[in-house]
């Protein structure tokens, strides 16, 4: 479903952040993309929805270029969500959470109780609905991002870092409702992580990258583990 054939990314100061990427992932499927600090995990996923464009070598969606794939459309497939949430600081909890169908041109209302849904999906209270992101504790804030990149039911969602910010437990708590949201939602998440541990947990295929850029495993967290 995405694919990526002989991707590199080389910043204009120099730095190779991937190096001739070829990685075939499998529509419904979680990958996790795992490798030390620097090694162009975020990189990888950002090139996927254009954040970042490659300097070489093609990443395709669904069997299309993603060159060709109109911007809106491209926004609309594909969710993201980053390590600090990036909620709008001045809106409420569901606004934050309309803002994408209200950008889709739904109406206020209705806006408003799909919103409502979203954040019942990812298990927050609806008392918490009327609060600002500052009310909300790191983890809370994180289930909010989840439910914002859900606004236009995207097939894709890319994930970079969204749980390591906050305590252990917590960190539990999210990584086991969103195994369970997963198998209710059936995406196609990238998910990218620089905790083994995490990766094991959470991906039906890992993508193990190592400094400079290259990938160096891709197999299923069980063979993964034999070696
Ligand atoms: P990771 O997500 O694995 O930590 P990144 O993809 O963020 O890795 O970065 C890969 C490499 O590219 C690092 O050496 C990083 O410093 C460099 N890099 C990332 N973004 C930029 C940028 N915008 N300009 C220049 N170098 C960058
Ligand atoms: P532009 O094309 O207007 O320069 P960018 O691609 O730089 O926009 O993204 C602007 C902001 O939108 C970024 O801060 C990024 O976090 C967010 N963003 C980009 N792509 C997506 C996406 N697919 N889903 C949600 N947010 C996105």
């Avoid at 980053?82 to 994408?100: E, K, M, S």
């Avoid at 369970?180 to 990258?209: M, Y």
Wanted: charged share 25%; proline share 6%.
């Amino acid at each position: 479903m995405i694919r990526f054939d002989a991707v590199s990314k080389n910043y204009p100061n120099g730095t190779t952040a991937v190096d001739g990427l070829s990685l075939e992932l499998a529509e419904g499927g979680l990958t996790v993309l795992v490798g030390p600090s620097g090694c162009g995990k975020t990189t990888t996923l950002r090139m996927v929805n254009r954040m970042v464009e490659p300097s070489a070598g093609t990443v395709s969606l669904g069997g299309r270029d993603i060159r060709e794939v109109a911007a809106p459309e491209l926004r609309r497939g594909i969710g993201y969500v980053i390590q600090h949430a990036g909620l709008f600081p001045h809106r409420t909890v569901l606004d934050n959470v309309a803002t994408v169908p209200l950008l889709l041109g739904w109406g206020k209302k209705k806006a408003r109780s799909r919103a409502a849904e979203l954040l019942e999906l990812v298990g927050l209270p609806a008392t918490m609905a009327k609060r600002y992101p500052y009310q909300l504790s790191g983890g809370q804030q994180q289930r909010v991002g989840v439910a914002r990149a859900l606004g236009a039911d995207p097939p894709v969602l890319l994930m970079d870092e969204p749980f390591s910010a906050v305590d252990p437990i917590v960190r539990g708590e999210l990584q086991a409702e969103f195994l369970r949201l997963q198998k209710e939602l059936h995406k196609t998440i990238v998910f990218v992580t620089h905790d083994i541990d995490e990766a094991i947990k959470l991906g039906d295929h890992i993508a193990v990258f190592r400094t400079g850029g290259k990938l160096a495993q891709f197999d299923t967290p069980e063979k993964l583990l034999e070696h």
